[in-house]
């Protein structure tokens, strides 16, 4: 591969045609100035809504954390919670990718995905409705993370009868959802939970960056879903004004990262792909974990685009989600 390429991997016609779309969508959306057309990028961000009845086995809903600044989630749980004398699940806080300014719960792909991993892991989903940026920018989305996590530990918050184990609670999140696991994960410190005990984050292919270039930003400039372009859009609609890449919100393990090694932190396991042009960030995350003592993981799939867990057609998915279930399983062991 050239020092600088564009990535054009084999891929399903149906998967390289909504990377188009979206991408298309994407970058009609965000101006210049570092602001998005909200009413465009609706053309193209397709909604779904909650369903009571059971699809593929798994029912949903939306709760609402806080009116005042649209915080909400989408609750999804499996059928079999329902049986008679089955055991409690386990519930996955759900933070979406996007670039932090992009999708929602109900965006269809994200319900698609979230309604899997609720029937596969048989597990309660709660896909978080957080504030986006530019609008709102970094550490609301932290903020509005570990608000939810206080309110799903008031057990009275919870509809009646759901069959759940908030002592077995793990956090999840891809690319941006990923950055902003990590972040909730550090404030959950700053809070004494009554009910709620995180035991695991879900990392997969998370969002970090810096000012340096890494040699698969280089090499993979031009990539689906995340050129070097977009992803410079995306840093600097997101940071704080003034900021630079090494801000400790993007690169975590970098010369302004907050020490963690004390820092009460969950088992991880980080999903990278191969071709993926944050891979080197993401690996540099999993040895900055390891490095501060914490338990991690990391598994790598070298054919693997961003964002492939979203397409079920693509052999990488079925073995994120086996992966993904064996994790959770050992941690409840």
Known sequence: MSSKSKLSPKLPWRVRLFVS?????????????????RTLMNLFDLKSTASNNPINGVKSSDI???????????????????????????????????????????????????????????????????????????????????KVMKFIDDVNQWPEGLNVNLKECFIAGDS??????????????????????????????????????????????????ISRERIEWMWKAFLP?????????????????????????????????GLDPLKDWQKRYYEGLKKSGKETYLVEYPNAIH????????PETSLFVKETRHFIQKLLK
């Open 64 to 146: 609402v954390v806080d009116s005042s600044c649209d915080l909400w989630f989408r609750l999804y749980t499996p059928t079999a919670a329902d049986a008679p004398g089955s055991p409690t699940l386990p519930v996955v806080i759900f933070f979406h990718g996007g670039g932090f300014a992009f999708m929602a719960p109900n965006s269809k792909p994200y319900d698609d995905f979230c309604r899997r991993l609720a029937g596969e892991l048989t597990a309660i989903v709660i896909s978080v409705n957080y504030r986006l940026s530019p609008e709102h920018r970094c550490p609301t989305q932290y903020e509005d993370g570990l």
């Open 21 to 37: 779309v979206m991408s298309f969508g994407v970058d009609m959306c965000r101006r210049s100035n570092f602001t998005v057309n």
């Open 307 to 314: 964002t492939f867990y979203a397409y079920p057609e693509l």
């Open 241 to 273: 004004e003034g900021s630079d890449r090494d801000h400790p919100a993007a690169n975590v393990f970098g010369p302004n990262g907050e020490e963690i090694s004390s820092v009460e932190y969950p088992a991880t396991i980080v999903f990278v792909g």
């Open 176 to 225: 941006a959802g990923g950055n902003i696991a990590h972040h909730v994960a550090v404030k959950a410190n700053e809070h004494k939970f009554r009910k709620l005990r995180l035991i695991g984050i879900i990392a997969i292919q998370p969002f970090f960056g810096g000012e340096e270039r890494t040699e698969a930003e280089i090499q993979m400039e031009v990539a689906p879903f």
